[in-house]
């Protein structure tokens, strides 16, 4: 078992910068696919970023250039940079850990957090 626990959300302005923690407890993520997903109110959740165990990452094209994911194997944590912020990124933010093939599909992964608050003021 793999628990997720992610932090660092919170309200920003339009333009502003949030850095998003996944902390994983029970297993080390180093062989471990981690995703980022969002769900704004009254959509479904979609995928935000994927980063594999190798380094490769992978961005849904409406954050590529501005979110990165990074993962520190020593921390057994996962990050995502998110830079240029608007309003349309507002969303619950989760982190997730599946197998090493694991794509974009929310039902590719395992393990889900429970979820952290992102909120962008216009």
């Known amino acids: 078992q793999v628990q997720l626990v992610e932090s660092g959300g919170g309200l920003v302005q339009a333009g502003g910068s949030l850095r998003l923690s996944c902390a994983a407890s029970g297993r080390t993520i180093d062989n471990y696919a981690m995703g980022w997903f969002r769900q704004a109110p009254g959509k479904e959740r979609e995928f935000v970023g994927l980063?594999?165990?190798?380094?490769?990452?992978y961005y849904a094209g409406s954050v590529k250039g501005r979110f990165t994911i990074s993962r520190d194997n020593a921390k057994n944590t996962v990050y995502l940079q998110m830079n240029s912020l608007n309003p349309e990124d507002t969303a619950v933010y989760y982190c997730?850990?599946?197998?090493?093939?694991?794509?974009?599909?929310?039902?590719?992964?395992?393990?889900w957090g429970q979820g952290t608050q992102v909120t962008v003021s216009s």
């Open positions: 980063g594999w165990s190798s380094g490769h990452t």
């Open positions: 997730a850990a599946g197998p090493s093939h694991s794509t974009a599909s929310t039902g590719g992964y395992d393990y």
